[in-house]
């Protein structure tokens, strides 16, 4: 099948049912896009599909045909992802880092969506899992990149 | 998938490939195992220095372009332990932090720096007890520089200095760089290590500041690799099925062939206490290896491994543990507590228990092994101990350590999961597996497989009494935990002395209470334990800070108030105390009704973990029958500090992972077996149960104290201080989602 | 217990207690005539090509669903099923002397099958679904007979007796209730219908057993209907924390939007654009259905799409509607947005045919929400098709959301694209709580050999 994955093309030879998550990152080599749960419960393997924050552990890979697919290592040539990256080194967000992907992919999805977004939709967009709890400097990050003021913590 | 991953190499630069590792990245390079050349004649020179990390070619290499590599002795788990590093070698080098490239390093004995001769990340060690020493490494390095410019420049060494990066001769006004002198400063000898002398404290440019993390970039666009990433030529991928209960053992399959039949498969393999299923990809392993139907057996008499039992429950194990009776071994005794007990008109006691806990990290477990074709092994595992992991490997494999490369990626969470536990690494099956295949293997165990194998934090059901004089003032307290330590659980039986994993933040607590004890019984329970952050404390101090508040409660004292009174003496722990509260605001215990309404209260509760003392307000309120946190004061006092912002950071996590453990977490066993394979029945802390976290650093000047693990314990006992002040109901266990609270 | 399929043995259990006794013992401990009577035969003379037979048959009938425990020798018994009243285990079905039924003559093994009778006229629990059995052909009983007889290796594995206390205990009023609810004659070809629907028609009815759950019972947990010939039969049951739903031509409730061939599918790969098995059709699934050979689940499809539906039962006929661009801002739709979206689609659409849709779900159009409660709590089964565990699994939010959330999610999901059905309050959430646990999230797979 032909897919569309950071302004690409490939072609890959999966089963229509494999998770888009091991076909990016055993078939096409991105190992940005990471492997937390294999159930939709940590958010560690969001990617963008057509604009849209989507985890990719759970999208049977047939389902992005025709479809353009963003992974965090095409982050950068996006604006919006651009400033996303930008704000979370300022904030010094990551700690071991492993989430992190995921959550800068979720983030940039919500300012795409929506430029700015209330402290609630941040709340209802923010939601993948960080073990090393950077929860406090991810809403700062988004917060800034919102335009709002830090209103949690002083991370 | 049969697009050949050779062929994408040469069109695609966003593959994975050899000839990216050999472009270079930082971590790249560590794939591809060329570290620095230990068996050159620079090494040799260095060997002959016998203080611990001054074999500077061994840590250091300058490129030309001035990047500085460092090959840290301690692991990167997000605990930002590279960045220090980077600050403390940078300071004394005089380099910025900012051009440096920090790696794990090798096994071996140079990079034993601890002072207490040990390689191992944990224990919140790692930059205090370091610390002089790799100053030292960085003040050396800098004097090799000298003597290579000075060399170079035909002037004395006296009339050079350095700026950052640069040697300078003032004056000619002539400069080089770092990058330029390092061919020749790394074939000098070292010189000796009580000759250099060390940058006064009060002239430091990164040291104390907070200084960016060097990670934080490649860390927010997905390019760190961790070992779940990493791909080496020809390699083949592998996929586990545990045994339900730990210690069974495979009987036969019944489906072999059928298995072997499916897309994609390699090859099946039995494993001591797996099976296996190797394939070219990930998930064509895994879905083929949960099809595989085995017939276990039971453990046998001669198991190696702990044998879970099939009627184990971990609430039933709670309920024994609390009716354990003896006997008792005593980490604390002053006074003489049973007459205190026996004569105080008011007296109490109080039954506590905490829960089975998984690590939950993030990055689910894996290892990538490799027999190279002179007979030679590469392992690239997640481990916090590379030595003892190297050693281990000797042991199994029969091969001499000289033979075994072992390299340490970062860790995609620490929490102390890497740790060398026998029964809940995946590197000896992704050995045996590369050795049976003739090919290198890739293991990744999947979440499920994680947390049926995982090592649990420990539970203990600890049984207090306390007697109180007649102004309610404690007299004595007596804390008996019926319990097994970690290293008690990697032992395998009770050592001579008692575990302190078992007993700290029961034992070692500050209070002037003139008669206690504290005692362990010894239960030897069958699951497998292990280091959790913050260890012992992280149940312990949960445990007696809160029975304090019950303490103040019965005597009619506020339980700050009371916590100031028993620290009279003490000014350190008194001006931490003082400081957690000022930053609250000023000590309110509530309840009280905020500003959006809700009825909130506020507890208090202090720990001494790990060489730092930690005190910590919790703001709670009650939201659905369930408790909700809003605010987290944490003062803290390590002593003195490398980088405030990762001291900040760490807090922030460790308060994290203290609500998490209070708030919703527990590792139930039913029939033997975790109830929760995955993170929908473990729920970890979402965003949502976060609390604002607000820290104050204070710097006593004390001995320097850890930072990963000490912001933990403090959070549990004051959230449930604050719950009890709340509702009335006094919770003496965790989880508090066990509870509706109204 | 989210397994005791048969806690319908609870409302029959009342009957000891509802019935006078006094009626005539030999009607209570009689023997019923079987066909077989005269014609035992030798064990080893038993044609294999019976037992290959058998061996097809036992899984049309699913008998190790019951007849089997993950871990345990098969048809080994142990089952346990909770009733109210106290357990009880299926039994030793290996033809082991001592503990099985390795003594049982032909027509012993007929009268257990299809009425429900133990030598020495002992009454068994209709927890056996002899009322559905009763139709089964004596060919197949036969084939039956001989796989479990020589198919079916001897286990001595004592059978673990009831905690049913006495008088309770007592067997002898099945009896009485079998004579007023089961019919005891084989399935009589219908004329007039191809020989495929009389094919699907006897499968369905008989050894399927589909009525068990699907159909309504009545006061006395009777089925309401055995055939097609009551409007009852197959409308759609509660049974054990799960809904069962219409296998009729409901449009909304039941398989009106399915085609024969969608229902082959699903019964043979446990997954179609609609739906995909889940609560106990995934051990229906897993121990049977796949098993059926193509012509037979072709069968069953014929004959189900020949039931007619009920407008009045079923409602206004389901449509897709999209969500609105303003989406609605409250509880249940953020736990969605957050929590199934991954999975289910903002559109709820799904991404069949492994995750299912839930705009149109029966499980959403139906007015009974106790399956929608129950896998949002406790997670799906792993469907094993064809000997592969699924790809991907329903997690159980049991331990992440409160009752209320639970409700309010699920309010949203049964009005929202076109889902037009009652809201779920958090009650009820909180009772299938209490009542059932999770799904494991490891295959489960009954050995039958």
Request: charged share 20%; net charge neutral; glycine share 8%.
């Given at each position: 099948?032909?897919?569309?994955?950071?302004?690409?093309?490939?072609?890959?030879?999966?089963?229509?049912?494999?998770?888009?998550?091991?076909?990016?990152?055993?078939?096409?080599?991105?190992?940005?896009?990471?492997?937390?749960?294999?159930?939709?419960?940590?958010?560690?393997?969001?990617?963008?599909?057509?604009?849209?924050?989507?985890?990719?552990?759970?999208?049977?890979?047939?389902?992005?045909?025709?479809?353009?697919?963003?992974?965090?290592?095409?982050?950068?040539?996006?604006?919006?992802?651009?400033?996303?990256?930008?704000?979370?080194?300022?904030?010094?967000?990551?700690?071991?880092?492993?989430?992190?992907?995921?959550?800068?992919?979720?983030?940039?999805?919500?300012?795409?969506?929506?430029?700015?977004?209330?402290?609630?939709?941040?709340?209802?967009?923010?939601?993948?899992?960080?073990?090393?709890?950077?929860?406090?400097?991810?809403?700062?990050?988004?917060?800034?990149?919102?335009?709002?003021?830090?209103?949690?913590?002083?991370? | 998938?049969?697009?050949?991953?050779?062929?994408?190499?040469?069109?695609?630069?966003?593959?994975?490939?050899?000839?990216?590792?050999?472009?270079?990245?930082?971590?790249?390079?560590?794939?591809?195992?060329?570290?620095?050349?230990?068996?050159?004649?620079?090494?040799?020179?260095?060997?002959?220095?016998?203080?611990?990390?001054?074999?500077?070619?061994?840590?250091?290499?300058?490129?030309?372009?001035?990047?500085?590599?460092?090959?840290?002795?301690?692991?990167?788990?997000?605990?930002?332990?590279?960045?220090?590093?980077?600050?403390?070698?940078?300071?004394?080098?005089?380099?910025?932090?900012?051009?440096?490239?920090?790696?794990?390093?090798?096994?071996?004995?140079?990079?034993?720096?601890?002072?207490?001769?040990?390689?191992?990340?944990?224990?919140?060690?790692?930059?205090?007890?370091?610390?002089?020493?790799?100053?030292?490494?960085?003040?050396?390095?800098?004097?090799?520089?000298?003597?290579?410019?000075?060399?170079?420049?035909?002037?004395?060494?006296?009339?050079?200095?350095?700026?950052?990066?640069?040697?300078?001769?003032?004056?000619?006004?002539?400069?080089?760089?770092?990058?330029?002198?390092?061919?020749?400063?790394?074939?000098?000898?070292?010189?000796?290590?009580?000759?250099?002398?060390?940058?006064?404290?009060?002239?430091?440019?990164?040291?104390?500041?907070?200084?960016?993390?060097?990670?934080?970039?490649?860390?927010?666009?997905?390019?760190?690799?961790?070992?779940?990433?990493?791909?080496?030529?020809?390699?083949?991928?592998?996929?586990?099925?545990?045994?339900?209960?730990?210690?069974?053992?495979?009987?036969?399959?019944?489906?072999?062939?059928?298995?072997?039949?499916?897309?994609?498969?390699?090859?099946?393999?039995?494993?001591?206490?797996?099976?296996?299923?190797?394939?070219?990809?990930?998930?064509?392993?895994?879905?083929?290896?949960?099809?595989?139907?085995?017939?276990?057996?039971?453990?046998?008499?001669?198991?190696?491994?702990?044998?879970?039992?099939?009627?184990?429950?971990?609430?039933?194990?709670?309920?024994?543990?609390?009716?354990?009776?003896?006997?008792?071994?005593?980490?604390?005794?002053?006074?003489?507590?049973?007459?205190?007990?026996?004569?105080?008109?008011?007296?109490?006691?109080?039954?506590?228990?905490?829960?089975?806990?998984?690590?939950?990290?993030?990055?689910?477990?894996?290892?990538?092994?490799?027999?190279?074709?002179?007979?030679?092994?590469?392992?690239?595992?997640?481990?916090?101990?590379?030595?003892?992991?190297?050693?281990?490997?000797?042991?199994?494999?029969?091969?001499?350590?000289?033979?075994?490369?072992?390299?340490?990626?970062?860790?995609?969470?620490?929490?102390?999961?890497?740790?060398l536990y026998e029964s809940a690494n995946p590197y000896p099956q992704a050995i045996a597996l590369a050795?049976?295949?003739?090919?290198?293997?890739?293991?990744?165990?999947?979440?499920?497989?994680?947390?049926?194998?995982?090592?649990?934090?420990?539970?203990?059901?600890?049984?207090?009494?306390?007697?109180?004089?007649?102004?309610?003032?404690p007299l004595a307290i007596e804390a008996v935990s019926a319990t097994e330590g970690p290293t008690e659980?990697?032992?395998?039986?009770?050592?001579?002395?008692?575990?302190?994993?078992?007993?700290?933040?029961?034992?070692?607590?500050?209070?002037?209470?003139?008669?206690?004890?504290?005692?362990?019984?010894?239960?030897?329970?069958?699951?497998?334990?292990?280091?959790?952050?913050?260890?012992?404390?992280?149940?312990?101090?949960?445990?007696?800070?809160?029975?304090?508040?019950?303490?103040?409660?019965?005597?009619?004292?506020?339980?700050?108030?009371?916590?100031?009174?028993?620290?009279?003496?003490?000014?350190?722990?008194?001006?931490?105390?003082?400081?957690?509260?000022?930053?609250?605001?000023?000590?309110?215990?509530?309840?009280?009704?905020?500003?959006?309404?809700?009825?909130?209260?506020?507890?208090?509760?202090?720990?001494?973990?790990?060489?730092?003392?930690?005190?910590?307000?919790?703001?709670?309120?009650?939201?659905?029958?369930?408790?909700?946190?809003?605010?987290?004061?944490?003062?803290?006092?390590?002593?003195?500090?490398?980088?405030?912002?990762?001291?900040?950071?760490?807090?922030?996590?460790?308060?994290?992972?203290?609500?998490?453990?209070?708030?919703?977490?527990?590792?139930?066993?039913?029939?033997?077996?975790?109830?929760?394979?995955?993170?929908?029945?473990?729920?970890?802390?979402?965003?949502?149960?976060?609390?604002?976290?607000?820290?104050?650093?204070?710097?006593?000047?004390?001995?320097?104290?850890?930072?990963?693990?000490?912001?933990?314990?403090?959070v549990a006992p004051a959230v449930a201080n604050a719950v009890a002040r709340l509702t009335g109901q006094?919770?003496?266990?965790?989880?508090?989602?066990?509870?509706?609270?109204? | 217990?989210?397994?005791?399929?048969?806690?319908?043995?609870?409302?029959?259990?009342?009957?000891?207690?509802?019935?006078?006794?006094?009626?005539?013992?030999?009607?209570?401990?009689?023997?019923?005539?079987?066909?077989?009577?005269?014609?035992?035969?030798?064990?080893?003379?038993?044609?294999?090509?019976?037992?290959?037979?058998?061996?097809?048959?036992?899984?049309?009938?699913?008998?190790?669903?019951?007849?089997?425990?993950?871990?345990?020798?098969?048809?080994?018994?142990?089952?346990?099923?909770?009733?109210?009243?106290?357990?009880?285990?299926?039994?030793?079905?290996?033809?082991?002397?001592?503990?099985?039924?390795?003594?049982?003559?032909?027509?012993?093994?007929?009268?257990?099958?299809?009425?429900?009778?133990?030598?020495?006229?002992?009454?068994?629990?209709?927890?056996?679904?002899?009322?559905?059995?009763?139709?089964?052909?004596?060919?197949?009983?036969?084939?039956?007979?001989?796989?479990?007889?020589?198919?079916?290796?001897?286990?001595?594995?004592?059978?673990?007796?009831?905690?049913?206390?006495?008088?309770?205990?007592?067997?002898?009023?099945?009896?009485?209730?079998?004579?007023?609810?089961?019919?005891?004659?084989?399935?009589?070809?219908?004329?007039?219908?191809?020989?495929?629907?009389?094919?699907?028609?006897?499968?369905?009815?008989?050894?399927?057993?589909?009525?068990?759950?699907?159909?309504?019972?009545?006061?006395?947990?009777?089925?309401?209907?055995?055939?097609?010939?009551?409007?009852?039969?197959?409308?759609?049951?509660?049974?054990?924390?799960?809904?069962?739903?219409?296998?009729?031509?409901?449009?909304?409730?039941?398989?009106?939007?399915?085609?024969?061939?969608?229902?082959?599918?699903?019964?043979?790969?446990?997954?179609?654009?609609?739906?995909?098995?889940?609560?106990?059709?995934?051990?229906?699934?897993?121990?049977?259905?796949?098993?059926?050979?193509?012509?037979?689940?072709?069968?069953?499809?014929?004959?189900?799409?020949?039931?007619?539906?009920?407008?009045?039962?079923?409602?206004?006929?389901?449509?897709?509607?999209?969500?609105?661009?303003?989406?609605?801002?409250?509880?249940?739709?953020?736990?969605?947005?957050?929590?199934?979206?991954?999975?289910?689609?903002?559109?709820?659409?799904?991404?069949?045919?492994?995750?299912?849709?839930?705009?149109?779900?029966?499980?959403?159009?139906?007015?009974?929400?106790?399956?929608?409660?129950?896998?949002?709590?406790?997670?799906?089964?792993?469907?094993?098709?064809?000997?592969?565990?699924?790809?991907?699994?329903?997690?159980?939010?049991?331990?992440?959301?409160?009752?209320?959330?639970?409700?309010?999610?699920?309010?949203?999901?049964?009005?929202?694209?076109?889902?037009?059905?009652?809201?779920?309050?958090?009650?009820?959430?909180?009772?299938?709580?209490?009542?059932?646990?999770?799904?494991?999230?490891?295959?489960?797979?009954?050995?039958?050999?």
């Amino acid at each position: 099948m032909e897919l569309r994955i950071n302004q690409k093309t490939y072609q890959v030879d999966a089963d229509a049912d494999t998770p888009l998550l091991w076909v990016i990152r055993d078939d096409l080599g991105m190992t940005g896009t990471k492997y937390g749960c294999g159930l939709a419960q940590c958010g560690a393997c969001s990617v963008l599909v057509d604009g849209n924050v989507v985890r990719s552990c759970v999208t049977p890979v047939a389902g992005v045909v025709g479809r353009e697919v963003t992974t965090i290592e095409a982050i950068e040539t996006d604006d919006v992802g651009k400033r996303v990256v930008a704000t979370w080194v300022e904030h010094q967000v990551a700690q071991c880092g492993y989430c992190q992907s995921g959550q800068v992919m979720a983030a940039t999805a919500l300012l795409k969506n929506n430029p700015k977004p209330s402290n609630e939709q941040i709340e209802a967009a923010m939601v993948n899992l960080c073990r090393c709890g950077t929860y406090n400097a991810i809403q700062a990050a988004v917060h800034d990149l919102a335009g709002l003021s830090a209103t949690k913590g002083e991370a | 998938m049969n697009l050949p991953i050779e062929s994408l190499n040469l069109t695609d630069p966003v593959n994975v490939s050899r000839r990216r590792f050999l472009a270079g990245t930082a971590v790249g390079a560590l794939v591809l195992g060329f570290g620095l050349p230990l068996g050159s004649g620079r090494a040799l020179a260095a060997a002959a220095a016998t203080e611990r990390g001054t074999q500077v070619p061994a840590f250091l290499e300058i490129r030309p372009d001035n990047t500085v590599r460092l090959l840290s002795p301690f692991m990167e788990g997000g605990q930002g332990t590279h960045t220090a590093m980077a600050q403390i070698v940078g300071e004394e080098l005089d380099a910025d932090p900012a051009t440096f490239l920090v790696e794990a390093a090798p096994p071996g004995e140079a990079y034993v720096v601890l002072d207490n001769g040990m390689r191992i990340t944990g224990g919140s060690m790692s930059v205090r007890l370091s610390y002089p020493t790799m100053r030292r490494l960085g003040a050396l390095a800098r004097a090799m520089m000298l003597q290579a410019g000075a060399e170079k420049l035909g002037v004395p060494v006296g009339e050079l200095t350095t700026e950052p990066g640069k040697v300078v001769h003032a004056a000619s006004g002539r400069t080089l760089t770092y990058g330029e002198l390092a061919e020749r400063a790394m074939d000098l000898p070292v010189p000796d290590p009580a000759s250099v002398k060390l940058r006064d404290p009060s002239q430091f440019r990164w040291i104390g500041k907070p200084v960016k993390r060097v990670d934080a970039y490649d860390k927010s666009t997905g390019k760190a690799l961790y070992s779940i990433d990493l791909k080496v030529d020809n390699m083949l991928h592998a996929a586990v099925q545990h045994a339900p209960r730990l210690g069974m053992t495979v009987g036969s399959l019944r489906n072999e062939e059928q298995v072997k039949a499916m897309k994609g498969v390699h090859s099946v393999h039995q494993l001591p206490g797996a099976v296996a299923v190797v394939a070219e990809r990930w998930w064509h392993a895994k879905r083929a290896v949960e099809a595989i139907q085995v017939d276990w057996l039971e453990a046998g008499a001669d198991s190696r491994l702990r044998s879970m039992p099939a009627d184990f429950s971990s609430d039933a194990y709670v309920k024994r543990l609390a009716a354990e009776k003896g006997p008792a071994r005593d980490a604390e005794n002053e006074g003489d507590v049973a007459a205190t007990l026996a004569s105080a008109k008011t007296t109490l006691q109080a039954t506590y228990h905490n829960q089975y806990l998984n690590h939950g990290q993030l990055e689910p477990p894996s290892a990538l092994a490799r027999f190279n074709p002179d007979g030679s092994l590469e392992v690239w595992l997640p481990n916090q101990a590379p030595d003892m992991f190297r050693a281990d490997i000797a042991k199994r494999t029969g091969l001499d350590p000289a033979r075994i490369t072992l390299h340490s990626p970062l860790l995609g969470g620490f929490f102390g999961r890497h740790f060398l536990y026998e029964s809940a690494n995946p590197y000896p099956q992704a050995i045996a597996l590369a050795k049976a295949v003739g090919r290198p293997v890739k293991l990744i165990w999947s979440r499920e497989e994680e947390f049926v194998r995982d090592a649990l934090r420990p539970i203990a059901a600890v049984n207090f009494r306390a007697a109180l004089d007649s102004d309610g003032m404690p007299l004595a307290i007596e804390a008996v935990s019926a319990t097994e330590g970690p290293t008690e659980a990697l032992a395998g039986k009770q050592g001579e002395k008692i575990d302190p994993t078992a007993l700290e933040g029961l034992a070692g607590k500050s209070y002037a209470i003139p008669n206690k004890r504290i005692a362990q019984i010894y239960v030897k329970g069958p699951a497998m334990l292990g280091y959790w952050r913050s260890v012992g404390n992280s149940l312990n101090d949960f445990f007696y800070e809160a029975f304090l508040d019950e303490i103040a409660d019965k005597g009619g004292k506020d339980p700050y108030e009371l916590r100031l009174h028993l620290l009279r003496d003490n000014p350190r722990l008194t001006t931490l105390l003082q400081a957690v509260g000022e930053l609250s605001g000023g000590w309110k215990r509530g309840p009280f009704t905020a500003e959006d309404g809700s009825k909130r209260a506020r507890g208090v509760a202090m720990a001494s973990p790990f060489g730092t003392q930690t005190a910590v307000i919790a703001e709670v309120s009650i939201e659905h029958g369930q408790v909700k946190v809003h605010d987290i004061w944490q003062a803290i006092d390590p002593g003195s500090i490398v980088n405030p912002a990762i001291v900040q950071a760490q807090v922030s996590g460790a308060v994290a992972l203290g609500l998490s453990q209070v708030l919703v977490e527990e590792a139930v066993y039913v029939d033997g077996k975790p109830r929760a394979r995955n993170y929908d029945l473990y729920p970890i802390l979402p965003p949502s149960r976060m609390a604002r976290v607000h820290v104050r650093i204070v710097e006593s000047g004390e001995k320097m104290g850890g930072i990963g693990e000490p912001p933990l314990p403090a959070v549990a006992p004051a959230v449930a201080n604050a719950v009890a002040r709340l509702t009335g109901q006094r919770i003496r266990s965790m989880p508090l989602s066990r509870y509706t609270f109204t | 217990m989210n397994n005791s399929r048969f806690a319908r043995t609870a409302g029959w259990l009342a009957v000891p207690c509802l019935i006078a006794a006094g009626l005539l013992a030999w009607y209570v401990t009689r023997e019923p005539v079987s066909p077989f009577e005269s014609r035992q035969v030798a064990v080893a003379d038993i044609d294999p090509a019976l037992v290959a037979r058998g061996e097809y048959v036992a899984p049309l009938s699913d008998c190790v669903a019951c007849h089997s425990v993950p871990g345990g020798a098969p048809f080994a018994g142990g089952l346990e099923m909770a009733t109210p009243l106290g357990a009880i285990h299926a039994t030793n079905v290996t033809p082991d002397r001592e503990t099985g039924i390795g003594n049982y003559s032909l027509a012993q093994f007929d009268r257990a099958v299809r009425h429900g009778v133990a030598p020495g006229g002992r009454r068994l629990y209709p927890a056996m679904p002899y009322p559905s059995y009763a139709k089964l052909s004596d060919d197949d009983v036969r084939a039956l007979y001989a796989f479990f007889m020589k198919g079916v290796a001897p286990v001595k594995q004592a059978n673990i007796p009831s905690d049913i206390p006495w008088p309770l205990n007592m067997r002898w009023p099945v009896a009485l209730w079998n004579g007023v609810f089961t019919d005891s004659a084989p399935y009589v070809e219908k004329a007039g219908q191809d020989p495929l629907w009389n094919r699907g028609a006897y499968i369905v009815q008989g050894a399927g057993h589909c009525g068990s759950c699907h159909s309504p019972r009545g006061l006395a947990f009777n089925e309401k209907a055995l055939d097609e010939s009551g409007t009852p039969f197959l409308a759609g049951a509660l049974l054990d924390g799960w809904y069962a739903p219409s296998l009729r031509n409901d449009h909304n409730t039941g398989l009106g939007r399915w085609t024969e061939p969608e229902i082959v599918q699903f019964l043979k790969t446990g997954r179609n654009q609609h739906a995909v098995v889940f609560g106990s059709m995934t051990e229906a699934f897993n121990n049977s259905t796949q098993f059926m050979n193509d012509e037979d689940l072709a069968a069953i499809a014929r004959y189900l799409k020949s039931l007619p539906g009920d407008h009045q039962r079923d409602g206004t006929p389901w449509q897709y509607q999209s969500v609105a661009a303003t989406k609605p801002n409250t509880p249940g739709a953020h736990t969605y947005e957050t929590r199934c979206a991954s999975c289910h689609g903002l559109d709820g659409k799904g991404q069949p045919e492994w995750m299912p849709p839930l705009a149109g779900a029966t499980s959403a159009l139906a007015s009974e929400n106790a399956s929608a409660i129950n896998i949002t709590l406790n997670g799906s089964q792993r469907v094993v098709a064809a000997g592969v565990p699924d790809a991907y699994r329903m997690p159980a939010f049991r331990e992440q959301l409160s009752d209320q959330q639970i409700a309010e999610v699920l309010t949203y999901v049964r009005s929202t694209w076109g889902n037009r059905s009652e809201a779920v309050d958090a009650k009820a959430v909180s009772k299938l709580r209490e009542h059932t646990d999770p799904a494991s999230s490891s295959p489960i797979i009954l050995q039958m050999r």
